[in-house]
């Protein structure tokens, strides 16, 4: 499928660099739109739309501005999917799930609903070979619903399963985790800008991908220039971006009708030479199904979504509304010898309470770092927990703070009535990745720490067998 032995490898190359500079897995995330100050509408629209503020969880925060797409645009034809009528029914996180079995038995969802999952880790989240299997076992039992789409290539090992996503070399990237300006960044956790006419991204989908709303985002500067939006390669939307620096602009494409869109290629060119600062694509599909947001920022920790502004993060939580959120962090953590777990618990506490804030019924579910080790230069000051001897004159071991973090996440789990799960009960221990062995055929790299295509998958399927039935109870099938 996805995993590739060149993916892994690329992967592998980025998170070698940044365990230079102490970390080494990683994460991201997209659809970013900060609530400005003041409530605009954008003043450009194409003369086949009309422009209206819409209504919803961000009214009167983000700047949004909904674009109804002509109904002779061939591409946008209504698809043969009805919408529903039944409203959503959220349930209640119970107060403790102590295993996936106990986690499983919500009932009482509307049946035949929506359903969106929104998953936030580090590198093994980035790559959506995890997430992209899991969405593929989610939605080809429940059906297809939406995804999240960065802005361009912002780094290598972030990627789509589903859509093939190329950039210009004019694009530069900036980084919420790597920036002294946190308050400029949403979830997606990157911006991507270009100053020249003609500089484009596209997103190519594998097939044909189906929206009821697609935003796209964006943010103003002082002086800024214009794009076009293009669905297979048709002009629907344009921007002007000239205002106050940092405020989102987030222009949102709907078909006329109510109905269910499709596009193949979506692309985003800029048509002047002034800056155009581009954050991400939220596609939106709630007629019914699974939306499996993955967000993944390579090299970061759970506290990378405290680098965010409150108002940012709550902003994006309440118009993507997920009813579950995964959490995937803890590899970075674990490799940091110098790690305050308690300090780790509760910082985790308080990014769910965050995440949490305005939908009590919102349930999550706490991933377990997978099992990791590293390379020592020298044998004579690390501890040989497993007793096996040098490989090529060297050491692989465990992080010593990696058991650690994965017994914090299970006790914040408890705490906060989530389902965790144990991503290192289903792969290789530890002690086998310090004596070398990677698996025939492969799960892991080289690096002992990032999965072959093949690891990603096999993890996925595991992960899936718990996640289906659980969402399937929750949305009443």
Not at 136 to 142: I, P, T, V
Not at 280 to 302: H, K
Not at 420 to 442: I, K, M, N, R, Y
Request: glycine content about 10%.
């Amino acid at each position: 499928m996805r995993g590739t032995l060149t993916t892994w490898l690329l992967i592998g190359v980025v998170i070698a660099g940044l365990v230079a500079g102490g970390t080494i897995g990683g994460l991201m995330l997209w659809g970013p739109h900060r609530a400005p100050r003041t409530t605009e509408v954008a003043t450009v629209a194409p003369p086949s739309t009309t422009s209206t503020k819409v209504p919803g969880p961000s009214a009167g925060k983000s700047t949004i501005v909904e674009d109804r797409l002509p109904s002779e645009t061939e591409p946008l034809a209504p698809s043969s999917q009805e919408p529903l009528t039944s409203d959503v029914v959220a349930e209640a996180v119970q107060p403790s799930q102590p295993t996936p079995e106990a986690a499983a038995q919500a009932t009482g969802s509307i049946p035949n609903r929506d359903f969106v999952i929104l998953q936030i880790g580090d590198s093994h989240t980035a790559a959506d070979l995890f997430t992209g299997e899991v969405r593929d076992r989610l939605q080809a039992k429940f059906g297809a619903g939406g995804l999240f789409l960065p802005p361009g290539i912002p780094k290598a090992g972030v990627q789509s399963a589903e859509i093939t996503i190329r950039a210009d070399d004019a694009w530069q990237y900036k980084a919420m985790a790597s920036t002294d300006e946190p308050n400029h960044f949403y979830l997606s956790g990157y911006t991507a800008t270009a100053s020249a006419e003609g500089a484009k991204i596209t997103f190519t989908a594998k097939t044909q991908q189906a929206f009821d709303a697609i935003d796209v985002s964006f943010l103003k500067t002082n002086g800024g220039g214009q794009a076009s939006i293009l669905l297979d390669g048709n002009v629907v939307d344009q921007v002007s971006l000239d205002g106050r620096p940092g405020d989102p602009l987030i222009r949102r494409l709907m078909p006329q009708g109510g109905t269910v869109g499709a596009f193949k290629t979506l692309e985003v060119v800029t048509t002047s030479g002034g800056p155009v600062e581009f954050s991400g694509v939220f596609v939106d599909q709630r007629q019914s199904g699974v939306s499996y947001l993955s967000v993944g920022f390579p090299g970061a920790r759970a506290t990378v979504l405290q680098r965010m502004s409150p108002t940012n993060l709550t902003d994006d939580m309440s118009r993507i509304d997920p009813d579950m959120v995964v959490l995937a962090f803890g590899t970075n953590e674990g490799f940091d010898d110098n790690l305050d777990v308690d300090d780790y618990k509760k910082r985790l506490l308080d990014i769910i309470k965050t995440l949490k804030a305005g939908n009590g019924d919102m349930r999550f579910v706490i991933i377990g770092p997978p099992p990791g080790a590293r390379k020592q230069d020298s044998c004579t000051d690390v501890h040989n927990a497993c007793g096996s001897p040098p490989i090529n004159g060297a050491c692989w071991a465990q992080p010593p703070k990696l058991d650690a973090v994965r017994d914090a996440e299970r006790d914040v789990a408890a705490q906060v009535g989530a389902l965790f799960w144990d991503w290192s009960s289903v792969l290789p221990t530890a002690c086998a990745l310090e004596q070398g062995h990677l698996g025939d055929p492969a799960i892991f790299g080289p690096d002992r720490v990032h999965m072959t295509g093949k690891g990603y998958r096999d993890s996925a399927d595991a992960f899936a067998n718990v996640l289906v039935p659980l969402v399937g109870r929750l949305m009443g099938s």
